[in-house]
């Protein structure tokens, strides 16, 4: 009979796929995604190989890595979510609400061919 060796256990360290660039901003290590890219994919019901077809360059590792993650911190991750859909919101409001002068030109001279039909 053969002895199986066994398996050392050791523990993911998280800093090795994901980094904070600022309090509002965690993304991948070495990538401009954010960890917010990842985990609404995971959320919609892609799996990690449907994501690493929309993000050539990340590995099923990383992004095995960033699912533990989300899954071992849901409400952290949630809250983070949260935050930054609400951040979203807000700029766009803002935007909405004080639109450039190319965009008021566009908006003018819109409501002038609506006239004109």
Request: aromatic share 8%; hydrophobic share 40%; charged share 20%.
């Given at each position: ?7 050392e256990l050791t523990p993911i360290k998280i800093d ?70 609400k951040q979203a919101e807000t700029a766009y409001q ?24």
């Open positions: 009979m053969t002895m199986i060796s066994p398996i090795n796929y994901l980094e904070v660039v600022s309090p509002n901003t965690i993304r991948l290590k070495e990538h401009r995604i954010g960890l917010e890219h990842i985990v609404e994919r995971y959320l919609e019901g892609y799996t990690p190989e449907q994501m690493a077809q929309d993000f050539p360059g990340v590995s099923l590792v990383q992004i095995y890595a960033v699912i533990t993650y989300y899954l071992q911190h849901r409400p952290q991750v949630d809250a983070y979510l949260t935050e930054l859909n803002t935007w909405l609400n004080n639109p450039s002068p190319a965009m008021l030109k566009i908006r003018q001279l819109k409501a002038q061919r609506q006239i004109g039909l």
